[in-house]
């Protein structure tokens, strides 16, 4: 019905257990099509045991190609995975694809077909299967620029944070500067208008309950809301941070000098906003000793 080279093409295929694939070509009498998409079903079965894990490590990458860019972020339980070369090759492949298709949203993004025929929902399920652990394709944004405007990318501690940035008028060493700051510096917005009204409520709350802990009148306090505000855009906007490189300038002064606007900016910083396991060793230890 199949033979032992069948048994080891199938593994070198899938990269499933030898037993699998023996189990696989058994069930499939010998259907190599067919032995593939029952080790794939299987992958679905152990990729659902795995949702309940936390993957907060993995990898986030910009790829570019003229006027397109994408940004993604795929994530893996341990920072071992995030450094395998099938999991880098994931990440690669799906930037690609989304590249090349344009697609916007998560749904179309997994059911893109790749160039073997697969879709990416099953190349994940598979590469699930062959890697063992919990891997979720988390994020994307796809982006395009116009004819005047420059790309500024940056990556840092080997993806585990990337900045896409799209500058109006300037050149490309000054968008890549911005995206660097933006690295370093964590603005959760782009300008004062990106900040919501909720945000910012929540904010001059607080400011103005620091005040009065002072010992400032309510009145006072009021007044002081207002120039504790300006401190926070300082803080949390990239257009009225101070520039890395010069802090006598904020970074929307520096773009400007150089004639330029900043249209966009992507920060991806791997894990975040994902609330990651925090497992006591000893505790883990005496569970399997007590069985």
Not at 222 to 248: A, H, T
Request: proline content about 1%.
């Amino acid at each position: 019905m199949f033979s032992a080279k069948d048994v080891k093409d199938l593994r070198e295929k899938t990269g499933a257990g030898m037993l699998d694939c023996k189990k696989a070509l058994e069930a499939s009498e010998g259907d190599m099509d067919k032995a593939v998409d029952w080790l794939r079903e299987k992958g679905i079965a152990k990729a659902s045991k795995k949702e309940s894990r936390i993957a907060a490590e993995g990898l986030s990458e910009i790829i570019v190609d003229k006027n397109k860019a994408v940004i993604l972020e795929v994530n893996s339980e341990t920072d071992f995975v995030a450094k395998n070369e099938e999991f880098k090759k994931f990440i690669s492949t799906v930037g690609n694809a989304i590249l090349n298709s344009g697609v916007k949203t998560m749904d179309d993004a997994m059911n893109l077909k790749l160039d073997d025929g697969q879709t990416v929902n099953e190349y994940l399920v598979a590469l699930i299967a062959k890697i063992g652990e919990k891997i979720s394709f988390r994020r994307f944004e796809y982006v395009e620029k116009k004819k005047n405007e420059v790309f500024g990318v940056y990556s840092h501690l080997g993806g585990r944070i990337s900045v896409l940035t799209v500058l109006d008028g300037a050149n490309e060493e000054v968008a890549k500067d911005v995206s660097m700051h933006a690295a370093a510096m964590r603005p959760l917005f782009m300008t004062k208008e990106d900040v919501p009204e909720d945000v910012l409520e929540h904010e001059r709350e607080i400011i103005k309950e620091q005040a009065m802990n002072e010992g400032k009148p309510a009145d006072i306090a009021e007044k002081m809301v207002n120039g504790r505000i300006n401190k926070y855009y300082k803080e949390v906007c990239l257009v009225e941070q101070e520039f890395i490189k010069d802090s006598d300038k904020s970074v929307g002064q520096y773009v400007k000098e150089n004639k330029g606007t900043i249209k966009k900016m992507i920060r991806y910083e791997v894990g975040e906003g994902i609330e990651k396991r925090n497992d006591d060793f000893a505790e883990e230890v005496m569970k399997q000793v007590n069985g």
